[in-house]
């Protein structure tokens, strides 16, 4: 009876780790983060040359007034050579990024 009540706890155990780990996976990122990692993931696809992909993360406003067909034909080919973004600063109604780009 010891042997499974020591197993019962080890699996409770078990899974009390594993629903807290979880927690930090699912939690919320701050604005700045997700803006962050969303401007470096856009300026990524500029410098490797998918268009396409840059294109995904125009607000759609931007998508409604520019098809992804005229986007990518008014980019120069090969133009950028490195990004990183470096700030990026939130109010309430937006976010501003300061980026170093290498041409």
């Known amino acids: 009876m010891n ?6 706890r080890a699996g409770a155990l078990l899974v009390a780790v594993v629903a807290v780990s979880g927690c930090a996976v699912v939690a919320p990122k701050v604005p700045e983060e997700a803006v962050r990692e969303r401007a470096q993931a856009r300026w990524d696809a500029l410098v ?3 268009y396409k992909a840059a294109y995904a993360y125009l607000s759609p406003g931007s998508k409604a007034v520019q098809p992804e067909a005229e986007y990518v034909n008014s980019l120069r080919r090969g133009f950028w050579k490195a990004a990183r973004v470096e700030k990026v600063t939130c109010t309430e109604q937006r976010c501003e990024v300061g980026a170093s780009i290498e041409y």
């Open 3 to 8: 042997s499974l009540w020591a197993e019962v």
């Open 48 to 50: 490797k040359g998918d």
